[in-house]
């Protein structure tokens, strides 16, 4: 199991933000292999950086803003800036891929480059995913990508991802047309949303009511359900017991926890309670799970981790 709070944290004003490679470079690298048999799900969040995904090998499914998406052998997504996004496994099928996440803030070398190249095409009113693949324009990309990852020389590895970015880039604003007004407010739904899910994802180990929910994205039980469904496919009471699940999930591989302390540090009322719903959204018991899932996925970063970089 995966899960992006290892690279993904929450900033003050609520904000998500990625713990980069190397944190004086604004971009994240990785290449990412998920086994047949095993789970695997990067959860639902968002940031300002641009996220570019491609399999290399296998099928993996892929969610923006509510739509489901499934990627095959030679497909890939580039994701826009602040949308809610997450991938899972598809049970039996493996999955081989590169994932490259970096912040605008790399292609502004100037206010009129961001103002005229970059603004335009990052707000709320603009595209909120481009599929790619080797029948059109984006190809482009997927050849960026697969250079990138696979001929980049270490020597100037953060040199050869800006020259990457900006050949990515320059070719989103060749084919992508700008939308008329970029100076609109995203659309209070997403923004409350996105208030409803950090409050379950800040408060899941936390006895949470509907009424408590609905509450921080300031709405009725009703419009707040609705919203659920629409961009989790959960219900709000489903989507709070799927993520006390990832999160025992990252316990049961990465501590030594009992059972019983890793049900109660994730907000399930007894260890029963925990091992039965486990068991219907699993298929197996923590224990069997823990037993056959205490494993790292075999990522291989890009960037090295760094304490410092020559500029």
Same mark, same amino acid.
């Given at each position: 199991?995966?899960?992006?709070?290892?690279?993904?944290?929450?900033?003050?004003?609520?904000?998500?933000?990625?713990?980069?490679?190397?944190?004086?470079?604004?971009?994240?690298?990785?290449?990412?292999?998920? +086994?047949?048999?095993?789970?695997? *799900?990067?959860?639902?969040?968002?940031?300002?950086?641009?996220?570019?995904? %491609?399999?290399?090998?296998? #099928?993996?499914?892929?969610?923006?803003?509510?739509?489901? /998406?499934?990627? *095959?052998?030679?497909?890939?997504?580039?994701?826009?800036?602040?949308? /809610?996004?997450?991938?899972?496994?598809?049970?039996?099928?493996?999955?081989?891929?590169?994932?490259?996440?970096?912040? @605008?803030?790399?292609?502004?070398?100037? $206010? =009129?480059? &961001?103002?005229?190249?970059?603004?335009?095409?990052?707000? @709320?009113?603009?595209?909120?995913?481009?599929?790619?693949?080797?029948?059109?324009?984006?190809?482009?990309?997927?050849?960026?990508?697969?250079?990138?990852?696979? #001929?980049?020389?270490?020597?100037?590895? #953060?040199?050869?991802?800006?020259?990457?970015?900006?050949?990515?880039? $320059?070719?989103? =604003?060749?084919?992508?047309?700008?939308?008329?007004?970029?100076?609109?407010?995203?659309?209070?739904?997403?923004?409350?949303?996105?208030?409803?899910?950090?409050?379950?994802?800040?408060?899941?180990?936390?006895?949470?009511?509907? &009424?408590?929910? +609905? +509450?921080?994205?300031?709405?009725?039980?009703?419009?707040?359900?609705?919203?659920?469904? #629409?961009?989790?496919? $959960?219900?709000?009471?489903?989507?709070?017991?799927? %993520?006390?699940?990832?999160?025992?999930? &990252?316990?049961?591989?990465?501590?030594?926890?009992?059972?019983?302390?890793?049900?109660?540090?994730?907000?399930?009322?007894?260890?029963? *309670?925990?091992?039965?719903?486990?068991?219907?959204?699993?298929?197996?018991? @923590?224990?069997? =799970?823990?037993?056959?899932?205490?494993?790292?996925?075999? !990522?291989?970063?890009?960037?090295?981790?760094? !304490?410092?970089? /020559?500029?």
């Amino acid at each position: 199991m995966i899960n992006m709070s290892d690279i993904i944290t929450t900033r003050s004003d609520r904000a998500q933000i990625v713990n980069y490679n190397n944190p004086l470079f604004e971009c994240f690298a990785v290449k990412t292999y998920y +086994a047949p048999n095993r789970t695997y *799900h990067v959860t639902e969040h968002w940031h300002e950086d641009l996220e570019l995904l %491609y399999v290399i090998d296998g #099928e993996l499914k892929y969610t923006v803003n509510g739509k489901s /998406i499934i990627l *095959h052998r030679g497909e890939g997504i580039c994701v826009n800036s602040k949308r /809610i996004h997450s991938n899972h496994s598809i049970p039996g099928k493996s999955c081989a891929y590169y994932c490259s996440v970096f912040h @605008p803030s790399l292609l502004a070398s100037s $206010k =009129y480059i &961001e103002q005229t190249y970059l603004t335009p095409l990052l707000g @709320p009113n603009s595209f909120d995913y481009l599929l790619l693949n080797h029948n059109d324009w984006t190809h482009i990309i997927i050849d960026e990508l697969e250079r990138l990852f696979e #001929e980049s020389d270490p020597k100037c590895t #953060e040199l050869d991802i800006l020259e990457t970015s900006f050949r990515i880039w $320059k070719n989103i =604003y060749k084919h992508v047309e700008a939308p008329i007004t970029t100076n609109e407010p995203a659309s209070p739904k997403i923004g409350a949303f996105k208030s409803m899910m950090l409050f379950i994802q800040e408060h899941y180990n936390e006895k949470i009511s509907l &009424e408590d929910i +609905a +509450a921080a994205g300031n709405m009725g039980k009703t419009l707040c359900a609705r919203l659920f469904k #629409e961009y989790v496919s $959960k219900t709000p009471g489903e989507y709070l017991i799927y %993520y006390r699940i990832q999160k025992s999930i &990252e316990l049961l591989t990465k501590t030594d926890l009992s059972i019983t302390e890793i049900s109660y540090a994730t907000g399930f009322s007894s260890a029963s *309670h925990y091992t039965k719903t486990f068991h219907e959204m699993m298929g197996c018991t @923590p224990l069997k =799970y823990r037993k056959d899932n205490s494993y790292h996925v075999n !990522d291989q970063y890009l960037i090295p981790q760094k !304490d410092s970089m /020559i500029r």
